[in-house]
DNA sequence: GTCCGATTTAATTAAATGATTAAATCGACC
DNA sequence: GGTCGATTTAATCATTTAATTAAATCGGAC
């Protein structure tokens, strides 16, 4: 009947025989995801975000549990190997702490919700936490946290005979590195109510945080 | 039919028609809330856990979601009046610090899940972090916020100009002191995955922080 | 014994939601 | 021109879930 109107010219509607269609779903659905949760998300509400409809999501991803995992692995990939690999590098130490909070504070910067969204899924799957460590990283996950540590260790002990650096065990040092850069965005809605900030404020709230942090960390290594 | 059973005898289920069965509702929703978000929780797994039947429920609450509000606000006033008032409190800077690690720690190791419960809700119902704030203290969020910074401002900015402190903005301090403190917590699963605790590891882990953690802050506020 | 609130039983309603299908369309490539 | 994969349309199915009701029960207070 009225099913005239502008259905069939689909202007706003790329084409996009091209592949980059389920790209487009998987988008629309870490959005949501983001700002939902995958529990709180709605099918509904990812597809017509990505401008398609459920047959189409249902023709790439069968169900939202594959959809909901394959947007967490893509969001974990974004954030974990980049502190793995600083943090796992040979560079001095003092060097990765510099680095590990200009890349986390640079990278957040652009996607906040990510810390929220992924602290949030783990929290309510626990057991993806492995699972994910693995698939960044290729190996079992005790094993890359024991391999960080090791090296870790090497670096802080040679300081610490140096009489450069007190003693700190591996894993309070880089627990207290990560807390220090994740946490403002995991906390972002509460800060900002308590702190008085909007976006721009929280902004430049971290942008001080990118020149402090890191000299404030290095403080308390100090013997 | 097959109603007989062990339905009419109700040994298991204390007959508690004290004023209890409200607080055993609230209680089951707070543990499940806790451990599947407000969105993954059905109503039935918390009448269940409470044991009563979905129409008590109904006659205490009405809807899910006034239930979560209330779990959620419970949970908040168990969490936020100790930071807020040891941090606003006339005690020595360098006391608030200690009180602020043992308090949360303590606390914290008992109800290790509320840190990602809250932070979860939060993400999605940024719009509680304002009314949780008013609720818990009874003022404008931000004043509270302003308060607390302007109370560390006075003490900081004395021990810098005694050449005691490196300057730092005291909403940094606060954030960052907030920040080792439930980090570890909200992050738990990931930890435990990466490091390769178990609870009890965990437990040792956090034990050490409650020894190590403030020594570790009150270096890096050194001059 | 009766009244009353707490609680249960049992059912039902209403809506939302995810999953799924069949058939049509459209564009590209051969 | 025909084939094929991508995509849409439209509709339906099945299930879950929250919400809600009416009526019965139960225990204590009076």
Redesign the interface.
Known sequence: MIKSTSQRKGPPRPPAPDGQTEQRILDAAHAVFM??????ARTQEITKEAGVNPALLHYYFRTKERLAEAVFRRAACQLLPAVIGILASDAELEEKVEQVVQTELQHLSKTP?LP?????E???H?ER??Q??SAVTGMV??E???RI?AVLRKQINARVRAGRM?P??P??FA??L???C???F???????????FDKAGFDT?IE??RR?LAP??L????P
Do not use: D, K
Request: aromatic share 10%; glycine share 10%.
């Open positions: 700002r939902s949760g995958t529990a709180g919700y929220g969204y992924i602290l949030s783990l929290a309510h626990p936490a492995g994910l460590v996950p005790a890359i946290g024991a540590s007190h700190i065990e894993e309070q627990v207290n990560l807390a220090m994740v946490f403002p995991a906390a972002r809605p509460m800060l900002m109510a308590m702190l008085g709230f001080r945080r402090e404030f960390f403080r308390a290594l100090r």
